[in-house]
């Protein structure tokens, strides 16, 4: 017989799991009180648990196995990235492609569950290199391949998804033992590389070609008007392109201290906050649980994260270092990006708040995530207790 | 990789970073949560409290007796949101949908699609406040649209009360109209407070009374969704029902004086005098100054300014060729007032030339009291012969009051002009009714600043005086006036402020105030002497004189004047008269013991013997109770 405790202590991280229910529980409370209605409720428990049952699986996967799937995973994930411009598979929403229709379940948005897997094919390649970069050519070559997902995504086209993909990229090099120097060049070469685009953009392109209306090259008319309202944190056009983010400062601002109380925000509850479920769920709580419950949470992703590096430290292996560190850089960016959205910290860009936005594709992956975690943690060199004394349980 | 100090001080700097960002959120959290939270609480505040207002019910106006004259009844009105146009020049921009809807709503309501934008692009409310589109919209109608709600989107059905006139156009000028408030009038003190949808009084007691009438609107403090449909109502505060105000008006008497300017005007028409379109007429109660009708012609229905006139309906009351109906001749129109003026000049004589009734003048048709070249004449060419005071009144003849007017004018004290003003000419009497004229009673100080521009004819002349001495010239009187200065001759001396509120109430009756008759500022500085002379010399006008023809056979006694006022227009070709004379009658009844003064004036009725007095034993009939049809009267008298 196995020794429970045993068992336990290998398998289980104690702190992951406690803030992993509290977060699922925190979303699931939420997501019932403060948004209500439309049965968004039921489907987002039918997310946490097929999310469960996935993240178990994965938890007892040896994930180093992964590594010698590059390749299929690579073409998985690419397949993943463009399948909704598939034509038969594609769903368009808002001039945005980024679901695909799978019978049974519905319309799914292959981007989430992508993201992880673009974590697992960079830490694979990344580890080849045993956690020193320190030649341009290999750096280039890293960043190029890494690159692929990024531009795969930006078919779509996703923004929000291909940023993730690059800060996830650009901490993964770092961990990954990229010179720093690289890094330097690499981080402003691409801050360089945008502002040209956007130059380049808005000078070259006959924007009265198309009335006035139309979109720029690569960069969109919305997306400018959001970059406007950022800057001047949507003074100028309260009605219009400002909108949202007026009415989500006035939501978390007048949520005070405490808050309105769980559905008794008045911005939330009467419509004023658009996406409430959503993009904006975030004001919802900011509004209705005050400062207290917005600190709570996000002392709940700062837990989560610093459990994900210690998991990231406690590995003997640098594929699982990586992944947990591009885990940990994938969530601190959408934390970052979709609750400084809400304040007028970040531009408006539409990314999920990780276990809390609601969206079945979202839920599942970032419980899935937790699951690599466990999976790494478990594979972590342990010094097992037992009555008798130590000894060391391999489980391969 | 554990224990790699390298790999270790990565994952430190990532955690660094991490926690970096959880401070950044933590402190513009802090920022918008606890240091801007009163800013944005009240805009959360702002952003979901509307107010809105219910509309008191209007008080009603009674007359003195309890007769309702203007009262209140519900109706349907049909409003819609704005359009985002500014005007029916920009219909092209609605989407064609929208212009399918201008369309459907226009024809249901029978308006035109431009009488749609027009009323939907009215700037008066707020952007998200409803416009009317129609007011009492047929049943019909309104189950037609409630039925359709998906073919007219926006439009709603709303329970209205609006003004009604059981009466119809009975002492309309009196009662006046009520209309929406607009957007000057927003502006003015008297408005203070008000809201763009309110309906205010525009003329008559509607307008003059209007803070008694309006009530105090309730508020509804409304909590509202983004989309700015009702949630909830936080509070509401009811609203407090206008009061009701009596008048001094005895709509009987309303009635019979209006029916008689009608008869005075067939009369004249008949007679020949076509231009007789147009007349007024007061009675007043001589020992309260209690006002009991007040009527002119040509009139109106108040009726049709429910909801807001039609512009043409509009233009053409105020057209010319309709004579301005909506005009209160009796307190706004000036007139002179021609020989009923000379029982004031009779009394100044009296006063101060110390003339007696023995004193006597001979009319012989001329009168050169300046000297052969400059012959006046009496109305009467072949002349009166020798006429003592109350001779020279009952038969109007004129030249014993141009002598009086040389002798004032030697005088030069301006006495004549006194004596009017203290009876109340050339100032208004304050009757509580808007747009009242001050008449004008002329010296020499106005006749300066009245031809400021023509210098010869700056300076007051001997003419002026004896023109003024029959009323004439440039002295001008309201109906209003001249009934207002016979209270003290036919009560002895005491003037009384012209009365037309009686009290006011509540809902339920009960009476709130009840208004006491109030004696003008300034007594007419006159001796008694003075007043019981012209006192007998009215009764003989009647006995004896032009008014004989008029009051024969009347059973109640009646004192009074003729007048007939000149228009001074002539025809520029021929030099002749191009319209008759205004016709005038002031008297009281009964002589002995006089209870009302009424005043007849008829525009370009002739003879004010045969035309205006007449009208005034119809509504002295009325008022003593007698049954009595029109009486022919010939007299040819000015």
């Known amino acids: ?396 | 990789m554990a224990g790699d100090v390298s790999l270790n001080r990565r994952l430190l700097v990532l955690g660094g970073l991490v926690l970096l960002i959880g401070a950044a959120l933590v402190f513009r959290l802090w920022t918008l949560q606890i240091i801007q939270f009163d800013q944005f609480a009240d805009r959360a505040d702002n952003n979901l409290r509307r107010i809105a207002t219910t509309t008191a019910i209007r008080g009603r106006i009674f007359d003195r007796n309890g007769v309702e004259l203007v009262t209140n009844r519900s109706t349907i009105a049909v409003m819609a949101p704005a359009l985002r146009i500014d005007n029916y020049e920009q219909f092209d921009r609605l989407s064609e949908e929208q212009q399918a809807w201008v369309e459907r709503v226009g024809t249901t309501l029978n308006l035109s699609n431009e009488e749609v934008v027009n009323r939907l692009t009215t700037t008066r409310e707020g952007p998200l406040e409803l416009r009317l589109l129609a007011i009492d919209v047929p049943m019909e109608t309104v189950a037609y649209i409630v039925e359709r709600s998906g073919e007219f989107a926006g439009v709603e059905v709303e329970a209205r009360a609006v003004r009604q006139y059981p009466h119809g156009s009975v002492a309309a000028h009196v009662l006046g109209y009520t209309g929406n408030i607009t957007e000057a009038e927003m502006g003015q003190a008297a408005f203070e407070g008000y809201q763009a949808s309110d309906v205010v009084g525009k003329t008559g007691v509607e307008r003059s009374f209007e803070h008694i009438l309006q009530g105090v609107r309730g508020t509804r403090e409304l909590e509202v969704n983004a989309q700015g449909r009702l949630q909830r109502v936080v509070s509401e505060t009811e609203p407090t029902a206008g009061q009701d105000i009596y008048l001094t008006l005895d709509v009987n008497t309303q009635m019979a004086t209006e029916q008689a300017l009608l008869d005075a005007m067939s009369v004249a028409q008949r007679d020949g005098h076509e231009d007789a379109t147009a007349a007024s007429a007061v009675v007043m109660k001589v020992d309260t100054g209690e006002v009991l009708a007040l009527a002119s012609y040509p009139t109106y229905y108040p009726e049709e300014f429910i909801g807001g006139i039609p512009q043409d309906r509009w233009a053409e009351l105020t057209d010319e060729n309709s004579n301005f109906p909506l005009t209160n001749r009796a307190v706004s129109s000036m007139y002179p007032p021609a020989s009923t003026f000379k029982s004031f000049m009779t009394m100044a004589a009296v006063d101060k030339l110390g003339w007696g009734p023995n004193t006597t003048h001979i009319c012989t048709g001329t009168w050169t009291g300046f000297g052969e070249q400059w012959p006046w004449r009496c109305w009467l060419r072949t002349g009166h012969g020798a006429k003592n005071l109350y001779e020279a009144n009952y038969n109007s003849c004129d030249i014993p009051f141009y002598e009086a007017g040389r002798e004032f004018h030697l005088r030069g004290n301006d006495e004549i002009q006194d004596m009017a003003r203290h009876f109340g000419y050339g100032s208004v009497t304050g009757i509580d009714l808007p747009g009242e004229a001050r008449g004008r009673v002329p010296d020499a100080e106005w006749k300066a600043f009245w031809n400021r521009d023509f210098p010869e004819y700056r300076a007051w002349v001997a003419g002026d005086t004896v023109n003024l001495s029959i009323g004439q010239g440039d002295m001008l009187a309201t109906p209003l006036q001249v009934a207002y200065s016979h209270i003290p001759i036919a009560n002895g001396g005491d003037k009384w402020r012209p009365q037309l509120l009686h009290s006011i109430r509540d809902s339920r009756g009960d009476v709130i105030r009840e208004v006491e008759p109030e004696l003008a500022e300034n007594q007419p500085e006159v001796s008694d002497r003075a007043i019981t002379i012209i006192q007998n010399a009215l009764r003989m006008v009647i006995t004896d004189g032009t008014g004989r023809s008029a009051f024969r056979g009347f059973e109640v006694p009646v004192s009074g004047k003729t007048g007939t006022a000149e228009t001074g227009r002539r025809d520029p070709i021929t030099g002749l008269r191009d319209q008759d004379s205004h016709a005038w009658f002031v008297g009281y009844a009964p002589a002995n013991n006089p209870q009302y003064v009424a005043v007849v004036m008829v525009e370009h009725g002739g003879g004010g013997g045969a035309i205006a007095a007449p009208a005034a034993r119809q509504i002295f009939a009325q008022l003593f109770g007698l049954e009595e049809e029109w009486v022919t009267a010939t007299d040819a008298s000015r």
């Open chain 1, 1 to 396: 017989m196995y020794d429970i405790r045993a068992i336990l202590g290998r398998w289980v991280h104690p702190a992951l799991l406690v803030v992993l229910v509290l977060l699922l529980t925190y979303g699931a409370v939420f997501l019932q009180t403060a948004v209500r209605g439309d049965g968004s409720w039921a489907r987002q428990m039918q997310g946490v648990a097929l999310g469960l049952v996935l993240m178990t699986v994965v938890w007892l996967f040896d994930y180093r196995r992964l590594q010698h799937w590059l390749l299929p995973l690579f073409a998985f994930n690419i397949f993943l990235l463009v399948s909704p411009r598939i034509p038969i598979l594609g769903h368009t929403v808002s001039g945005a492609t980024r679901w695909i229709s799978v019978p049974g379940i519905g319309t799914v948005q292959p981007s989430e569950p992508a993201k992880v897997i673009t974590i697992i094919l960079l830490a694979a390649i990344i580890a080849r290199y045993g956690g020193k970069i320190e030649d341009w050519r290999t750096f280039v070559k890293v960043v190029a391949i890494s690159m692929v997902p990024f531009f795969a995504v930006m078919t779509q086209p996703d923004l929000g998804t291909g940023l993730v993909f690059l800060i996830v990229m650009v901490g993964m090099l770092f961990i990954g033992g990229a010179k720093l120097r690289y890094m330097a060049t690499l981080i402003v070469g691409g801050v360089l590389a945008i502002t040209l685009v956007f130059v380049v953009n808005v000078h070259t392109f006959d924007q009265t070609r198309r009335g006035g209306e139309g979109d720029y090259l690569l960069i969109r008319t919305y997306q400018l008007n959001r970059l406007h309202v950022f800057l001047d944190q949507g003074a100028s056009d309260p009605r219009g392109a400002g909108y949202d983010l007026n009415q989500s400062k006035i939501a978390i601002g007048s949520g005070g201290m405490s808050g309105k109380g769980l559905g008794e925000g008045t911005q939330s509850q009467l419509d004023f906050i658009s996406e409430r479920a959503t993009d904006y769920i975030f004001s919802v709580l900011g509004e209705e649980t005050g400062f207290v419950g917005a600190i709570a949470l996000i002392g709940l992703y700062m837990a989560l994260m610093i459990v994900a590096l210690s998991i990231a430290a406690s590995s003997d292996d640098i594929f699982g270092t990586l992944i947990c560190t591009g885990i940990v850089c994938m969530w601190a960016f959408q934390v970052l990006q979709n609750i400084g959205m809400t304040m007028g910290m970040m531009p408006i860009t539409g990314i999920p708040l990780p276990f809390m936005s609601y969206g079945l594709s979202a839920i599942v992956t970032n419980i899935i995530a937790c699951g690599v975690l466990f999976s790494i943690w478990s594979r972590r060199p342990y010094q097992g207790r037992t009555r008798g004394g130590s000894h060391e349980i391999t489980i391969n």
